[in-house]
């Protein structure tokens, strides 16, 4: 379909009344932003979520979480912070992050990036090659170096010492070149070394205290969306809340995986594709 307003030149002529000039035109605009879209790797179930579409309910964590991703849109890129988004699954943290990272990009036209954690850290073992370090240069670098990244379901990897040394590797560099960086968790934010399902056992000591310098906490709880046949409403989201509103984290460090735990980790260091299974 030809550019009515360029005849698909990408480029249209302003005129003046002394002279006339050309610029970028809008059609160029929209297939660069939807170029730096799709190399976004956002999955397809999400590739349609913005804000506006979210349903919301009396929730003041909610409300309060979704205003502040809101005003990082309009912010960005001038963000002191990134957002870490905490609560129980479905209640839409993904989308909120999703959300973001797409209009971000589209309205500010950034290099963003999408990444499950579990799946990031897997698609590193799985290309580490110590003699050519592939996995360092082909997935690394891109995580490390995307304006805006979104590491989805943070502690949901079982923690090795191979998985902390990686994030703590993605995270620091980020961190140092002042790049935000959006998470998810399921893991709440309990701050007590013995609590084994907190997200500070999870992530590790080190990990924890750079999210807190790095993020901005958002955490919030309300009723499974995915437990409604369809798209819950605001009103029945708000009863549903209404009727549990002290939904709790699920406990999900299995007795094997405590014990390990308290034990003290097995592996060690940076031994690339094979540790951390
Ligand atoms: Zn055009």
Request: proline residues 6%.
């Amino acid at each position: 379909m030809s550019c009515p307003h360029c005849h698909d030149t990408g480029w249209r002529t302003i005129a003046r009344d002394d002279a006339s000039r050309v610029e970028r035109c809008v059609c160029w605009r929209q297939s660069v932003a939807q170029t730096m879209l799709a190399t976004a790797k956002i999955p397809p179930r999400y590739r349609t979520c913005d804000l506006e579409s979210f349903v919301t309910y009396e929730n003041e964590r909610l409300l309060r979480a979704v205003a502040r991703a809101r005003r990082f849109i309009d912010a960005f890129p001038v963000v002191d912070k990134g957002l870490l988004l905490i609560g129980p699954p479905g209640i839409g943290k993904t989308h909120i992050a999703v959300a973001v990272l797409r209009q971000v990009v589209l309205e500010k036209g950034v290099r963003g990036l999408y990444y499950d954690t579990r799946h990031l850290l897997s698609t590193i073992r799985s290309t580490y090659n110590p003699v050519t370090r592939t996995s360092e240069v082909d997935i690394l670098r891109p995580v490390m170096d995307a304006e805006l990244l979104v590491l989805d379901d943070l502690g949901a990897e079982r923690p090795t010492d191979w998985v902390e040394e990686t994030m703590n590797l993605i995270v620091n560099t980020r961190y140092n070149d002042r790049r935000p960086t959006i998470f998810t968790s399921n893991y709440e934010d309990t701050p007590d070394p013995e609590e084994l399902d907190s997200l500070l056992v999870r992530v590790g000591f080190r990990m924890y205290s750079r999210l807190r310098e790095m993020c901005e906490f958002l955490e919030y709880s309300g009723p499974d969306y995915r437990g409604f046949e369809f798209t819950p409403s605001s009103e029945e989201l708000s009863s549903a809340w209404k009727t549990q509103p002290r939904r709790r984290l699920p406990v999900r460090t299995s007795v094997r995986a405590r014990a390990q735990l308290k034990r003290g980790k097995a592996d060690l260091g940076w031994t690339g594709g094979k540790a951390g299974g």
